[in-house]
């Protein structure tokens, strides 16, 4: 498809196992982001690429998560120990350019249950 | 960052046109007014964004005030499909991130 794709699209792990969630950006899309969406709240910012860079890590809670984009295309968002607060649906998004004048697209999500 | 303000919901009937009011008093001259919305399980979808003329697409028409502290988001006939999560973001013009505030949740009515 043309759209941003991430898998799985489901996730359920025990608490302290390590997950890794894929995101599959736009063809050509420079800019990457990755949020958390909590049940009930709008997406919180985890952190952004442009290409491989990862120019703002500023909104990853803990040194637990951990993201990256080796090649400028496809990432991964990779969560250690996982706790019970890390459930929430995590969202990738891309767009051609950071700028404001561009449009943001997003995946439909992973929903991560630990449990 | 900027914020913006938005009433938590909204209400409309199907195949009438709703308004979707949005304050932002303190934006910046290049902070690019962008709206998404969110369905039920799905990922927030653009719907439209503008600097300081009003803009139309397929989807929605955005108006921006004058002196662009506000701005309303028009859905001209509204559908069952349109009842979501209704976010108004500021965008820097050089660069920024999306910063999502609570929206407002529009219910559609048949």
């Known amino acids: 498809g043309a759209g941003v794709s991430q898998s799985p699209r489901y996730k359920v792990a025990k608490r302290g196992q390590d997950v890794a969630l894929r995101c599959d950006p736009i063809s050509g899309h420079v800019s990457l982001f990755w949020y958390q969406q909590a049940l009930g709240q709008g997406p919180e910012f985890l952190t952004y690429?442009?290409?491989?860079?990862?120019?703002?890590k500023s909104g990853l809670p803990s040194d637990r998560f951990f993201a990256e984009r080796p090649e400028g295309s496809v990432s991964t968002l990779k969560i250690q120990r996982t706790q019970q607060e890390d459930s929430a649906v995590y969202l990738c998004?891309?767009?051609?350019?950071?700028?404001?004048?561009?449009?943001?697209?997003f995946g439909q999500g992973t929903r991560l249950t630990v449990v | 960052d900027a914020k913006t303000t938005q009433p938590n919901s909204m209400e409309s009937n199907e195949e009438e046109p709703v308004h979707l009011p949005c304050n932002h008093s303190t934006i910046s001259g290049t902070d690019y007014i962008h709206w998404y919305r969110q369905l039920p399980s799905q990922g927030p979808e653009y719907v439209i964004h503008?600097?300081?003329s009003n803009v139309n697409n397929r989807m929605a028409s955005l108006a921006i005030a004058e002196d662009r502290k506000s701005s309303t988001l028009i859905l001209h006939r509204a559908t069952l499909r349109d009842a979501a999560v209704y976010y108004c973001?500021?965008?820097?013009?050089?660069?920024?991130?999306?910063?999502f505030g609570k929206g407002t949740k529009l219910s559609v009515k048949p």
């Open positions: 690429f442009q290409n491989e860079a990862q120019l703002d």
């Open positions: 998004a891309s767009s051609s350019s950071r700028k404001g004048a561009k449009e943001v697209f």
């Open positions: 973001i500021l965008l820097g013009g050089s660069q920024g991130n999306l910063i």
């Open positions: 503008g600097l300081t």
